[in-house]
C-alpha cells in the first residue's frame, strides 16, 4: 500500500488531536507509528499515553525554545540546530522501524518561522520509503508542501473559549 501525505492545518482546535487519533488507529493495526512533536515540550497528555501503546515511538526535542517570534537570533539558531537534529533522528527512526505512519505535529509552524530548511522536508516527502504514510500539522502550510499533499483537511476556529480569555485546559487542550 503506498503512503499519502497529509495537511491537518488551520486556526481551531483538533489538528495535534487528529494526528493522535490517527496514530492510535494505525498502531491499533500492529503497524509501527513514529510520533514526532516540534515546538511543544512533549509534556502534554496525549504525549504521556502515546508513550506507552505498543508500536508507536514518540519522538520529542526535550528543550522547550518557547514561541519563535520571541527568541532573540542566537536562540533562532540553537532551536534551528536542534529541531534539524529531531528532524535527522525522525526520518531515521521511521526508515529503521519500516513505520506505516509518521506523524511530524507543528511541523508546518516549524518550517513557517524558518526553524528548518523547508526544501529538506521536501526532499524527505519525495523520497520517503513507499509504504510511509506522513501527516504534518500546523497553520498556513507552504505552497511546496501543499502541492506535495494528498489530503488537505483545513480546521476553522468559528468560536472559541480563548477569545473570551479562557487558558487552555489540561485534558481539554492539553
Do not use: W
Not at 511543544?40 to 519522538?59: S, W
Not at 529541531?83 to 526520518?91: G, M, P, R, S
Not at 488537505?152 to 473559549?161: C, L, R, S
Amino acid at each position: 500500500m503506498k503512503g499519502l501525505v497529509h495537511i491537518y492545518e488551520g486556526t481551531g482546535k483538533g489538528k495535534s488531536t487528529a494526528g493522535v487519533g490517527l496514530t492510535i488507529r494505525c498502531a491499533g493495526n500492529g503497524f509501527p507509528v513514529v510520533y514526532s512533536q516540534f515546538l511543544k515540550d512533549g509534556t502534554t497528555g496525549e504525549m504521556n499515553i502515546l508513550r506507552k501503546i505498543p508500536n508507536i515511538t514518540v519522538l520529542v526535542e526535550e528543550h522547550h525554545f518557547g514561541f519563535s517570534f520571541l527568541m532573540t537570533p542566537e536562540e533562532k539558531v540553537e532551536a534551528k540546530a536542534a529541531y534539524t537534529a529531531l528532524f535527522e533522528k525522525v526520518k531515521a527512526a521511521a526508515v529503521e522501524q519500516n513505520a506505516r505512519l509518521l506523524v511530524m505535529d507543528e511541523m508546518l509552524d516549524l518550517c513557517n518561522a524558518e526553524l528548518i530548511d523547508t526544501a529538506m522536508v521536501v526532499d524527505f516527502l519525495k523520497n520517503r520509503p513507499e509504504q510511509l504514510e506522513v501527516v504534518m500539522t500546523g497553520r498556513n502550510p507552504k505552497p511546496e508542501l501543499v502541492e506535495l499533499a494528498d489530503y488537505i483537511t483545513n480546521m476553522n476556529a468559528v468560536k472559541h473559549p480563548f477569545e473570551k480569555g479562557v487558558p487552555a485546559r489540561k485534558g481539554i487542550e492539553m
